[in-house]
């Protein structure tokens, strides 16, 4: 007993010193923390053109990209300075081999005999790529493109217009059925309904544009199978009311888009030219130009003239008959129909202004204000009919200008289609159109068009740049343009899986979509990087084993040892990707406000991040053979690059 007790409690012997431990660490640590090093900053310079976005667009995502960024960084510093130092403390006693592992195992299992055949069937498999990534090509312009994927704000704006002389009770009787329409709908909660402009200045509305802010009850209390979608067009089939043109959009969007653009709706042409009239005439052959066009819904003319003036023109020649002058009609029209303040009144620490002004019965009409007497110092009591003439005049509702120039804007939304080809084919449908713009006169493509351009543009000189100085950061990590250039290539196969995932999904190309191919080619990269460090690391084995030469060794030997550096890491590779995969795939079947705008970021780096994997573990192994074996016939031995150091 006392024997068994000794032995059960006895230390044994360390199966390698602290030295040799220690040792290990150091050179594991320096194996993979330049080139993880490296693909950190790759990663992070993959993010400058989110950076570059302005506008609504960079708004958008500057926190993203701020925040990938910080945590990248503190990421590269604790790489290469607190890891190795966690390691060295927590990895201690015997440890397994990969093989030991079960997982490791059948992983192994699985994929050595699918890359022994893939070395084999070398040129199949090269041209399976090659067709795969310019089937991608035809995916990606049948897609339709859009500015920002459109975030479900869980309500309605409906912004009707109407016609620019419409009165005060008429505006308001309009609303007044229009609420109760559509309060009629099962699933709408509440309705709040305005006409003309708020208490404030900043709100030039008039009293033709009614906005009604629509809140919809929870989605499991709506009609089976009904989308938000089928509601609008339940709504607008159901407010077809004569003089008054419908727009469906959302509150939040509504009012960046009026803020950024000055245009309510998702697209708008602006005409701009010296004559109201003329603008009027232009827009509306631009509206009947794009009527009937596909995508095109709530298409209507900014009201530029049919506005209504009441015009006091004083007759000059009678205030002298009379012995009057103009400052005394002048003030007796203000006084009567807009008001004079004859004092305050003080309500504890507040002040009110005291008015007066003719009663309503007194100036509801033309014949009402002809009749407003002035006291004339010759004849006593005279209308003021006597010395001025009274009537209603045309004009504009509102004079809108950008730039010092005059403009109308011809508005609609898009329903149904993509914004780009919808815009592209109005754009079509105008320039077949003969005789639309008189000289001086001229259109500009705005809303949500404007910033979609302004992104695609931005994105397009960033991106060459982007990818320059990533490839120049592989260089510093391999010293190798051959090693470099075999990272790197792993970007434009990772864009197989991206264009085929939203292709399918039914994703528009966005700048959402453009920011998810940018923070995939970051990870596409970092995981070839690791390939190609352990690749280099097999070859400094087979050299230190067989010497470098030709002689020495085989093509056999060589593809043995790629197998190996490819099969025995296999463990890091798939947990590079696998970490990826299981932070983004909870994201397509999450729910709640923000997921139409978070899936497209998403889906295209769920589906490069599995073909650049694939691509990684089968075709980058073998145009690295292929590159030893073109170095090994050329120049007689193997050139290793040590990325360790």
Known sequence: MKNWLRNKFRKEPEWISEEERLAIITKSSKQVSRGVFFATVIIITSFLPVFMLTGQEGKLFHPLAYTKTFIMIVDALLVITLAPVLISFFMKGKFKPDSANPVNRFLEKVYEPIIRKVLKWRKTTIAINVVALLITIPLLKNLGTEFIPPLDEQSILFMPVTL????????????QVQDKIIKSVPEVDKVLGKAGRANTATDNSPISMIETIITLKPKREWREGITKKDI??????????????????????????????????????????????????????????????AGVSDLFVEPITGGKYLAVNIKREELSRYGLNIDDVNQVVETALGGASIGNTIEGR???????????????????????????????????????????????????????????????????????????EAMEQLNKEDGILPEGYFLEWSGQYENLIRGQQTLMWIAPVVLVIIFFSLYFAFHSIREAFLSLITVPFALIGGAYMIYFWGVNLSVGVAVGFIALFGIAVETGIVMVIYLNDAMQQLIKLKGNSRETITRDDLREYVIYGAAKRLRPKLMTVCVSLFGLVPVLWATGVGVDVMQPIVLPMIGGVLTSSTHILLVTPLIFLMSKEYELKKYGKLEVHDVQH
């Open 232 to 293: 609008i067009t339940e709504l607008d089939a159901k407010l077809q009311i004569p003089g008054v043109v419908n727009g469906w959009t959302q509150p939040i969007i509504n009012r960046i888009n009026m803020l950024a653009t000055g245009i309510r709706t998702d697209v708008g042409i602006k005409v701009f030219g010296q004559n109201l009239d003329t603008i009027a005439a232009v827009s509306e052959k631009v509206k009947a130009a794009l009527e009937g066009t």
């Open 350 to 424: 507040q002040r009110f202004s005291i008015s007066v002004r003719l009663a309503q019965e007194y100036r509801n009409s033309v014949e009402q204000i002809q009749r407003i007497p002035l006291q004339s110092p010759s004849f006593g009591e005279i209308p003021l009919s006597s010395v001025a003439d009274v009537k209603f005049e045309d004009g504009p509702p509102m004079i809108s200008s950008d730039n010092a120039i005059l403009r109308g804007a011809v508005m609609f939304n898009v329903r149904d289609r993509d914004l780009g080809s919808t815009v592209k």
């Open 164 to 175: 620019p002389d419409v009165s005060n009770a008429e505006a308001k009787r309009i609303l």
